[in-house]
């Protein structure tokens, strides 16, 4: 009996059943070319400015000032990086671009090693505190900066740290470290402790377990932190233009500031030769982490 009615069932819903397959199947194109469309304006709008920023690079200064715009550098020249790199008018470039480069890797090398130590302290160890820790690390975050300028200012002044490396980098690793607290401990949450417990079933020691079992498991989540800490520390104005006015200890973002003439020509050519200048060893520093950091974005964000 069922034998019979199947064919004559399949016969009756077979039309149906494919309709509805083929709406669906057309619905599915149009919302994959709706999300493909909708990704290609977004890459479009944040790549415009950096495309814009490098293409007004090789431009005279006299095209960039005037009233016509140009999409392409049609009288291409490398003036504007000669003028940034060996102008000796200018405050030097290179000078500038060590001090960042010395005080940002500083900066991350310092908070990477007290935020892990803090991170693995409040997410392995139970303390009275540990509720009111995380709490006031989440509250300093949410501190702007820019308020706590004259008391920074007067704590480097008083410690006679004012226009070194070192009163710099203290200030930065104040700054950077709530944020890589924060998120170094989703990342050392992330890993489950009983895989710590199994290496010390094993005869391992506590410490011993962790740097042979969990340490390595955290290396994309401290390089994924490292990159934005990076990032933060080298792109940061107020505190270096407060703390390090002289020329000579001048990091690239207050360097980039001299090219602002309060009463004559801004020399815009040149501001966007020395912005691609500076934006080069961010880049790099991303490309060569990048396959880490994704995948230490991707741990990271399953537990904690």
């Known amino acids: 009996m069922s034998a019979a009615v199947t064919p004559t069932t399949r016969a009756v819903t077979a039309p149906g059943s494919l309709d509805r397959a083929r709406r669906g199947g057309g619905r599915r194109r149009v919302t994959t070319w709706l999300l493909s469309a909708l990704s290609v304006v977004l890459f479009a709008l944040f790549v415009f ?21 140009h999409f392409f550098p049609d009288n291409f020249t490398l003036r504007n990086y000669e003028t940034v790199i060996f102008d000796p008018g200018r405050t030097p470039f290179l000078p ?61 002044d008083g410690w006679q740290l004012l226009n070194t490396i070192a009163g710099l980098t203290i200030v930065y690793i104040a700054t950077v470290l709530p944020f890589t607290i924060w998120t170094l401990r989703g990342f050392v949450n992330g890993v489950p402790v009983e895989l710590e417990e199994a290496a010390m079933i094993d005869g391992c020691s506590r410490a011993g377990a962790f740097w042979r079992v969990t340490f390595p498991l955290l290396a994309p989540g401290l390089i994924a932190t490292g990159v934005f800490g990076f990032i933060q520390a080298w792109n940061e104005f107020i505190m270096a233009l407060v703390l390090n006015a002289r020329p000579e200890m001048m990091t690239l973002p207050v360097w980039l500031r001299t090219f602002l003439v309060a009463n004559g020509t801004t020399n815009w050519a040149g501001i966007m030769a020395g912005s691609t200048l500076m934006a080069i060893p961010v880049i790099v520093f991303f490309l060569i982490v990048q396959g880490r950091m994704t995948s230490g974005l991707v741990s990271g964000a399953v537990k904690g």
């Open 49 to 69: 400015p950096v495309y814009w920023m490098v293409n007004t690079s090789f431009q005279p200064n006299n095209d960039v000032r005037g009233s016509e715009v």
């Open 96 to 156: 500038a671009a060590a001090n960042s480069l010395i005080v940002t890797l500083l900066t991350v090398i310092i908070a990477l090693v007290f935020a892990f130590l803090a991170s693995v302290a409040v997410t392995r160890f139970r303390f009275k505190s540990r509720r009111a820790f995380i709490l006031t690390i989440l509250v300093i975050q949410m501190i702007p900066g820019e308020a706590m300028i004259v008391s920074v200012f007067r704590v480097i």
